[in-house]
C-alpha cells in the first residue's frame, strides 16, 4: 500500500466516522417527464414520442413543514453570439423553462461559468439573457468568468461570495471556490488573456490544484453556521465539487477536507455543484454533494474516482448539440425531502451504464469509483 493510499484509508475512517450516513439515506428514483410538453403541451409531445425517463434523486431532510422549489443553471460558456451561436440557444432554452415553471421556483441559483473567456462582451451576453427569469437570482462564480480580470467584472454584475441567505427553515449559502488559484501569471510576464487561456482548460499544468476555499472563507463558513441548529438544513452552492473526485481535472476543492470538519456536527448538509458537466452523486459522512448538467455540453467521466453512489448518464449523441446537457429542478417537500430532477433535453430513455463511451480511443473505458469507496 503507498502513502497516498493509506492517507486516504485514513481520510476515509475519519470522515466517515461511525458509518454515518445522511439522514434517511438517499433513494434513486426514476419519473416521466413529458419532453417539450413546455412549449407543445401534452398532446403534441405524446405524439412525437417524447417521454424520457429522468434521474431524480431524494434527498432527505429533518421536518421542514415548508416546501419551495429553486432552481439550478450553469456552465453556459457563452461565447459573443457571432462565434458560437449553439450555446446562447441552449442558455435561452433553460432560462426560459426556468422562467415558465408552474408554480415558479422561489429563486434561480446561477452556478457560474457563464462566460467563457472572462470576456465582458460574454458577461454582458450573459447578463442580458438572465433578464428572461423574472423570479430572484443569486450567482457564484466559474473560474471562466474570473481570470480574466479577476473577478472585476463579475462582482460589479453578480455580486460578490461568499453569501448567505435563510429561506423557509433551510440556510442556503453561496462560496466561491474559483477564485484561490496560485499565482503563476506575475513571474512569467502574462497578459490577462494569456492567463485566462491557460485557467479555461480541463487540465491545465500552469494553475496546478486552483479549486480552493481559502482560510478566510472557512473561518466566514463556520462563523455563518455557528448559530444554525445543528439539525436544520444546510444547502451550500460550489462551483466545483466538495470533494476529492478527479483533481487532475480540477474536480474537487482542495481544502475539502477542512470544509467538512466545518459540516462534520450538522446532520442536514447537500452540496449542489457544477463544473463537471455530468449527473454525479456523493457522500461523505452526512454531507451529500449533487452534480449537476451544465447547458453547454457534457465531460466525460474521469477514468476514476467516480463516487460510488452515481448513475453515469449515457454519452451525448454527437450529432444533437441539445443530448446529454440541460439543467435542474430541487424541491423541499414538506416531509422535509430535498427531491433533485435534471432537465435533461433527451428523446430517449436517460439511462445509465457502467463504463464511459467519450474515450479518444473509442472504446469503453470502465469507471473506477474514489479509492476511498473501494476499501
Known amino acids: 500500500m503507498n502513502s497516498l493510499d493509506s492517507e486516504r484509508r485514513e481520510l476515509h475512517r475519519t470522515l466517515a466516522g ?16 413529458l419532453h417539450h410538453a413546455l412549449f407543445k403541451g401534452v398532446a403534441g409531445a405524446a405524439a412525437c414520442g417524447f417521454f424520457p425517463l429522468l434521474n431524480t ?10 416546501s419551495f422549489r429553486f432552481a439550478w443553471v450553469s456552465d453556459t460558456h457563452l461565447y459573443p453570439k457571432e462565434l458560437n451561436s449553439r450555446f446562447v440557444e441552449k442558455t435561452v432554452r433553460a432560462f426560459r423553462e426556468v422562467q415558465a415553471m408552474n408554480p415558479p421556483a422561489d429563486f434561480m441559483i446561477f452556478g457560474g461559468d457563464l462566460a467563457q473567456l472572462g470576456d465582458p462582451v460574454e458577461l ?40 448567505t441567505f435563510d429561506h423557509k427553515g433551510v440556510r442556503v449559502i453561496g462560496l466561491n471556490t474559483i477564485a484561490g488559484a496560485p499565482d503563476f501569471w506575475t513571474a512569467r510576464k502574462m497578459t490577462p488573456k494569456e492567463r485566462m487561456g491557460h485557467m479555461a482548460t480541463l487540465d491545465g499544468t500552469l494553475g496546478g490544484a486552483w479549486s480552493v476555499i481559502g482560510e478566510k472563507q472557512l473561518r466566514w463558513l463556520n462563523s455563518t453556521l455557528s448559530n444554525w441548529p445543528k439539525s436544520s438544513p444546510v444547502i451550500l452552492f460550489t462551483h466545483t465539487p466538495l470533494y476529492e473526485y478527479y ?23 447537500t452540496n449542489v455543484h457544477g463544473h463537471t458537466h455530468q449527473v454525479l452523486y456523493n457522500e461523505i459522512g452526512k454531507v451529500r454533494s449533487i452534480g449537476m448538467l451544465a447547458t453547454s455540453w457534457p465531460w466525460p467521466y474521469a477514468p476514476e474516482g467516480v463516487p460510488l453512489l452515481t448513475k453515469p448518464m449515457v454519452r451525448a449523441d454527437p450529432g444533437d448539440h441539445f443530448d446529454g446537457v440541460g439543467w435542474s429542478i430541487l424541491t423541499m417537500t414538506p416531509q422535509g425531502r430535498v427531491e433533485n430532477e435534471y432537465k435533461m433535453w433527451r428523446k430517449t430513455v436517460f439511462a445509465d451504464q457502467p463504463a464511459d463511451s467519450g474515450t479518444e480511443d473509442n472504446r469503453n473505458q470502465v469507471l473506477s469509483p474514489r479509492i476511498a469507496d473501494r476499501i
Do not use: C
Open 57 to 66: 434523486l431524494d434527498v432527505a431532510y429533518g421536518q421542514t413543514g415548508q
Open 18 to 33: 461511525s458509518g454515518d450516513r445522511p439522514e434517511g439515506g438517499a433513494v434513486w428514483t426514476r419519473r416521466t417527464f
Open 124 to 163: 454582458q451576453l450573459g447578463s442580458e439573457l438572465l433578464k428572461e427569469v423574472k423570479i430572484r437570482k443569486v450567482f457564484i462564480p466559474g473560474e471562466h468568468d474570473w481570470y480574466l480580470d479577476m473577478g472585476s467584472t463579475w462582482n460589479k454584475m453578480f455580486g460578490a461570495s461568499p453569501w
Open 247 to 269: 483533481p487532475p481535472w480540477n474536480f474537487w476543492i482542495r481544502d475539502w477536507r477542512e470544509a467538512h470538519e466545518i459540516l462534520k456536527p450538522y446532520a442536514n448538509v
